[in-house]
Structures are given as structure tokens and as C-alpha cells.
């Protein structure tokens, strides 16, 4: 059974070559891909637009998409430079969903110094705004055109000139109430179950996690309608967020992203579109947009 | 803040109608839709076909669709009454991905009385197997067509004359190894991530899961390869299944899903794919199979 157990472990549900027959074809994997790729197919996170979000699990890194929320983003720059988000709290996780944070406090906000408390909705933004787009040839229900923008999955519509970030596992967004100007990114979620992509174009979504999804994913369901924690102990304190800029390099989380302009990333959508090894029974022969990975990794050590 | 807040917890990401102006044009939301059904939109789940897993947690409640895999469920069934699933347990949980069950003991596996081991996989089934197929207008990527077959999400290809069921959020699959007949139902999965469609058409889809998703969903990541848990003391046991027709009627989950067929349904879908209220903007005019909700209640008390 060990080997039973052993190939299935690899093999089940992934295209990984387990027991591959030697004269079967091999077609490369999406690991195979990342371990085949070139230093120059990856990139650094930004330090100027990524957040370490500190919370009793450990940390939650947020690549943020200044191109497609210019004033949410610096708007949430300057919340983490005058700690607004230090001692609030996770009061929402909702299954399927989305788990929030923010103020807790209902009845004395937490005050701001430079930010903003709102800002005009920026739901999407010029497609000249975004200029590292790659088009998915694979056709999507909820946008004209669909594909990814420097690591982040994107939509656009042509006629209209507009571009926006869409909602796949891990988006993150700013939380608003009715009016299309009422958040200004002091709520924030992420997404954490099936990708509610009618939320695209509703909403100013200022990036994604990029490492840490587990911390806000396995977080118990709140109660109250909406998943909104029920009592404040059951609320998950924040410690700090902070701008890796802001960060000593020594602590800083050394993360990449592979390029989504690259041929590697391209070869690493079709390895997905299209599942070969030996597990694989029927290739999908399409790929939806929040089911293509974006590879990221810690870069191997170079002496 | 209060009303802010208020309004917020009710309103945000939700077409519910908070702070709707008097003269406002109310368009009906799922909650709305629920709330005015009739008893005849509703169907009682199947006790022949719905299994309690019961683990630390709580109980997580599973609707089998024979119709989809009539040996595998009836494997599955053959298993759970010889009680081969106690005392097992929880083996992996891989973020954005499944948790999955079965033997963890690979030396010396449990043995079986009267069921199967492994079996040929349904893969898909004949059309005509689906009696209660709704097909949803709009157009998917993974299938020719897709829709719902008496509470569960499929799809099917009237050219080849196949159906199957699809691997949305919840779905319940039967782990294999490489060979398409090396799956038999002691192994299972449940979906808890965005939806895996490309396994469709790879393994056999059961059934999904109906209640108590966040039991699953919650569970910590396994840290070995594919989420499994590396060390024995991290797998979560189970300390039943059963078929809810064994259970005494008292210890029962009252629960029932509204029929995929009704009206009610296509109005529920419809409020989903365009969702009205003060909170949306943008309409997505567009429904992905797996966003459809599929509602399971407690029914109301008859005196």
C-alpha cells in the first residue's frame, strides 16, 4: 500500500508524472515549468505597494495594483503609515466568501490623520492605465476580454475603454456601503471561496494576496449574518500592517512572482488549460481566469 | 457610525435593501426569493442517498446523486454500513484546493466486508440518466452546456450524449490513482476552493456537500506536499458516517433544497446573474454555474 499511497499522493488530482510509463509521453507540468523557468521570467514584489499584514497566525503579504486603484492605494499607503490599521481587527469571515477587517468600533472610530475616510469608487480605470495586459484567448462569461496585468488577473472591454481587476480566491477590495464613493480602503477583504466575479466592476479592488492565504482562509465562520464575528473576543486582532518599503530588508517576506508577460507564464496556462501526465483523462482544452496559478515563490539563494 | 455600520453589515457585497430610498424600484434579491417561495419549490433531502459525517467539529451532511454514479454511490453506501469509515480520518487539506478522507493507516489498510475496493470510474453517464436537467442560458467555458439536475450543478454534451456532474464549491469526488478504475469510493474529497473544473470529466463526482462546509473549510492546511498533513496527530477523525436513513428520525438534519426545476429556482438565478438594490452598479448579465446559489434551509416548523 506504501506505494499505492506514495504515487497516489503525488499523482491524485495533480498532473505530476507518478509511475509514468517510459515510453509515454511527458508534457510538462506546471511544476515541471516553474522549474524549468529563468530568473528573468520572475519579478520582485514591489516594496513600495506591498503590505505585511501581522496577525496571530503570521503573516499575510498584499501585493497592491497601484495602475487599476491609484488613489485607494496611496489612500491605504498613508492609513499604514499613520498605523490606523494597528490594534483593529479580522470581524468578518464568511464561508465562501469573504473574511474583513477594520475598525470594530462602532461607536468611536478610530480617528485619521492624513487618509481619507472615502474616496470616489475606482471600479475601473483607462485601458491605458494598464500596460503590461496579456490576453487569455479563452472566453469568459462576466468581460469582454480577460487575462493578467504584472501578476494580477484582469478584465477590460474594449468598447468601453475601461479595464478592472476581477475577483478570483485571494482579491482583495475595499469594503463600501451604498453609495459608490462611501470606502476609501480602512475595510478591506479578501476573497476566500469561489470567485464572485458579479462583484467586478462594483467594487475598488486594490490588489491580491500573494502569500498567507491559509492564515485568513481557515478562519472560524462568524455567526452574525454575513459571517460578521458575533461578540468582539471572537474577533481576530490585527498587530500591524506595514509597507515592506517601510520594513528592514532582514525581516522583509522574499517573494517573486513569475512574470505574467513571459513565455514561461504562457506555457505554464497552457500546462493548465491542457493536463498532461498520466492522471489526466481528458484535458479541459479551456481555462477559466481565477483557475490559472500565478506562480510565486522565494527566490533560490545565489552566492 | 451605528446606522453606518448597520447599513454596512447589511448592505455591503449583498443586494439587500438597506437605506432603499421610498421611491427606489425594489427589485427582488435571493433572500427576497427565498423568504416568498412556497412549500412546493422545496424538496426534502433523499435519506437513502445523504450522509452524516460526523468528526470533532460537527456533523457535515452530504447529498449522494445515484443517478450520476449509481456504483460508486451504492459502493459508498456499502462502505458506510459495514461502518468502514469510522475511525478514519481527515488526511489532507490543500488551500483553494480539497480536504480529503479515508485510511490514513498505509501499512496495514482496513479491510472491506462487502464493498468494493475499487471500481470502473462514472466519469459521466448517459444523458438520459438526468431527468431533472434546468440548463442555464448562459454559456460556459468548460462544457457545451451546464445547469442544475435536481440540486446539483452539471453539465453535459449532446454530441457525445454525456452528463456530468460539475466540481463546484462543495462538490464530493472519489480520489483515484492514475488509472480510472483505481478509485472506489474509500477515498473522498470535498471542493474547497474556486471551482476545479478541469477535474471534470476526470473522476467521479458523487454528490456535494449540504451543510457544514465550514467544518471542512476551516480545517488547517496540511504543510506536506498537496496539503497533506505530515504528521499522523494532525489528522482529524471521523468518528462516523452514516446514512441518514439508519438514523433514528430524531437525530436527523431536518434539511431541504429548493427544486433546481421550480420557478422559484430560475427567479433565484436570475436575481443572482442581474442583482438589484442600491448597492449594485453594474449588472453582471451573466451567471458561471458555480456562482448559482443553490439553496438548502431548515424547514419551517407545521404545527
Known sequence: MTAFRTCSAIAMLLAIHCAQAADAPVKA?????????RPSDWRPLDPDN??????????????????????????????????????????????????????PNETEPKPMKTAQRTLPGEFTVPLKNDRHFTRLPDRDGYAPQVGHSNGFPS???????????????????????????????????????????????????????????????TLPRGTAPMGFYDTPDK??????????????????SKLEVMRTDSAAYQAVVEAQRNRGGPWNKVPAGYIELCNAPIPVREPAVRH
Request: proline letters at 6%.
Open 29 to 37: 507540468s506546471v511544476a515541471d515549468l516553474i522549474k524549468a523557468s
Open 50 to 103: 506591498t503590505l505585511y499584514m501581522e496577525i496571530p497566525g503570521g503573516r499575510v503579504v498584499i501585493e497592491m495594483a497601484p495602475a487599476f486603484a491609484p488613489n485607494h492605494v496611496a489612500n491605504i499607503k498613508a492609513l499604514v503609515r499613520e498605523r490606523y490599521f494597528d490594534g483593529l481587527a479580522i470581524v468578518r469571515a464568511q464561508d465562501n466568501w469573504v473574511v474583513q477587517w477594520g475598525d
Open 155 to 217: 478584465a477590460r472591454d474594449p468598447k468601453s475603454g475601461r479595464a478592472w481587476l476581477t475577483h478570483c480566491y485571494g482579491a482583495v477590495g475595499v469594503g463600501r456601503d451604498n453609495g459608490s464613493d462611501s470606502g476609501g480602503g480602512a475595510e478591506l477583504y479578501a476573497v476566500i471561496g469561489h470567485a464572485p466575479r458579479h462583484l467586478d466592476r462594483n467594487i475598488t479592488v486594490v490588489g491580491r494576496v500573494v502569500s498567507g492565504m491559509p492564515l485568513l482562509s
Open 235 to 252: 474577533n481576530v486582532p490585527i498587530k500591524a500592517i506595514r509597507l515592506a518599503a517601510d520594513v528592514p530588508q532582514a525581516e522583509r
